[in-house]
């Protein structure tokens, strides 16, 4: 019994002493004729289904609010003026598009 309890303080330990491992969001969008398609996960193979993405306007007006699919894709129309994508996944989780990048 005793040697269970040493057990499992030390595996207590090493577990609170191990570094946490983040797991980091991308985004990558792509130009598809008239249309942007946008395909989104984490870094550990976690879907993006639900995640939020918004299309911003230059002076920081939301033009489109979207979700991932099933899939972790979307596809929208891009505006016609300036513009940028950003991907929320949660609070400190996102990720911005330039439109630069968008080929």
């Excluded at 008239?34 to 995640?51: M, T, Y």
């Excluded at 993405?53 to 596809?75: N, Y």
Aim: hydrophobic share 40%.
């Amino acid at each position: 019994m005793k040697r269970r309890s040493v057990l499992a303080a030390l595996a207590g330990v090493v577990l609170a002493t191990t570094p946490a491992v983040a797991d980091y969001p991308f985004c990558a969008c792509r130009r598809q004729a008239d249309a942007v398609f946008c395909r989104a996960g984490f870094s550990d193979g976690e879907s993006a289904e639900g995640a939020l993405l918004e299309v911003i306007a230059d002076d920081g007006s939301r033009l489109q609010r979207l979700t991932f699919g099933p899939d972790s894709t979307l596809t929208f129309t891009p505006p016609s003026s300036g513009y940028y994508v950003l991907f929320d996944a949660g609070p400190g989780l996102t990720v911005e598009v330039e439109p630069r990048d968008i080929r």
